[in-house]
């Protein structure tokens, strides 16, 4: 089991900037690659952004090229998604996932744990 805990989630004007955390804990970290997701009330939930094991590889989907950027820290267990220039379109409850893949894999489903979610609400 891989426990995930999202945090820095708030309420931001249109322009402004987060930076999203996920600590994980349980089974070793290296071993997963990292993913975020959003959902927007009434939508279906949305891949956003996934890291590689080693933090060597990222890919993001279009929208959010540019002004967010997924990373993660193998020491302190933790991945991050700084999320720049925030459009009012963005808001939605944020997610992270953890999925057990080869080295540089890059998935964008299949994801096995979950974090419960943070709030980001962005103001025009």
């Known amino acids: 089991q891989v426990q995930l805990v999202e945090s820095g989630g708030g309420l931001v004007q249109a322009g402004g900037s987060l930076r999203l955390s996920c600590a994980a804990s349980?089974?070793?970290?290296?071993?997963?690659?990292m993913g975020w997701f959003r959902q927007a009330p009434g939508k279906e939930r949305e891949f956003v952004a996934v890291v590689s094991r080693s933090g060597g590889s990222t890919y993001c989907i279009d929208s959010v090229k540019g002004r967010f950027t997924i990373s993660r820290d193998n020491v302190k267990n933790t991945a991050y998604l700084q999320m720049n220039s925030l459009k009012p379109e963005d808001t939605a409850v944020y997610y992270c996932a953890a999925r057990a893949a080869s080295y540089n894999f890059l998935p964008r489903d299949g994801y096995d744990y979950w974090g419960q979610g943070t709030q980001v609400t962005v103001s025009s």
């Open positions: 349980g089974r070793t970290f290296s071993n997963y690659a």
